[in-house]
């Protein structure tokens, strides 16, 4: 079997989809080297992200064959699907929610990942013509594609309502997360890490951008009332401009002191991060999946999250879950695992159970069995 990917992500983008891109071509060229895949991107991998999967004998990097055409236009318009059925694709799977406009137009089957339609619950925060634009994108996507691959049943459902698809086109398969959160901190590797950030003894953590569907302002609001009053919280992303309302928050109730804010924190840093964190949060209001709280129980952190989107399903039972506006409901969950270490190595364990539901060679079967349904329909 020959299969291509949309690699652009793969190749330029350093965090969630960028991610998953390269995780899925590792697991199934690892699980399956019987098979040919080959990542398209309209430019090579500067910053040497393929570093290792490029190199095996079965994957391969291909770039535009003329400089004649714009990148754009050669990945979404013509070119990128042109040339990949000249190369004998197969199977031709866009790995961010799209697929070329022409797709169509060429012998080989296809398939899309679709992460989330956050765009369509909150259009506010990608304004209107980037709204519009993600719509598009996404609807296209799925009817010129012959299975749709949704990263959770939450986005499944989300598809089939606000796209319009028939729900046996859809097959869910959850995604992993990096391998280095299921390696074993070591003690030196938690001193350094401890040493290098300045880290307190007890802390909360948080991980995600800082913006406003991410709800990190109900740890803030919880902060002040937990029966430890000095337990800090550490939260690590990128602020936008959200984070001045949290902030300000913080401010007018004497928390500044307590909140930490960590920006470009290397991958291999975050393992040990999680490890340490008396508690890992997760507020948000809505996610396509939600692979930080996998990543913390994998490095055994007790986890909480919030309700309504598909937290429940990535935390399995290894989460307390609260609603995402209820202070109450923070302030006695942390308090609760602060305070019994049964709860809390309870959800330790339930995490470390919960987490084999995303190994490399379960999402990697996963996969291969979509493909294998593509090419037999």
Known sequence: MVIGFDGKRAVCNTTGLGNYSRLIIDEVSRHFPEHQYKIYSPKADRD?????????????????????????VWRSVCGMSAQAERDGVEIFHGLSGELPLDVSRYAFKSVVTVHDLIFCYF?????????AIYKFKCRSACRAADRIVAVSECTKRDIVKFIGISPSKIDVVYQGCNPIFSMPVSVD???????SYSLPEKYLLNVGTIEERKNVLLIVKALEKLDDKDIPLIVIGRKMKYAMMVEDY?????????????????????????HMASIFIYPSRYEGFGIPIIEAQSCGAPVIATTGSCLEEAAGSGALMVHPDSVDGMIESINTILKDDTVKNNLIEKGYENIKRFGPSVVAQSMMSVYNRVLQS
């Open 123 to 131: 259009p506010e925060l990608y304004g209107f013509i980037n709204t």
């Open 48 to 72: 040497h992200r393929l570093d290792g999967l490029a190199d095996r004998v079965n994957v391969s990097l291909h770039l535009p064959e003329s400089a004649l055409m714009g990148k754009s």
């Open 189 to 195: 590797d938690a001193d350094r890490v401890r040493k």
């Open 250 to 274: 913080a401010r007018h109730h004497g928390l500044e002191n307590r909140i930490r804010y960590l920006s470009d924190v290397p991958t291999a840093d975050l393992p040990a991060l999680y």
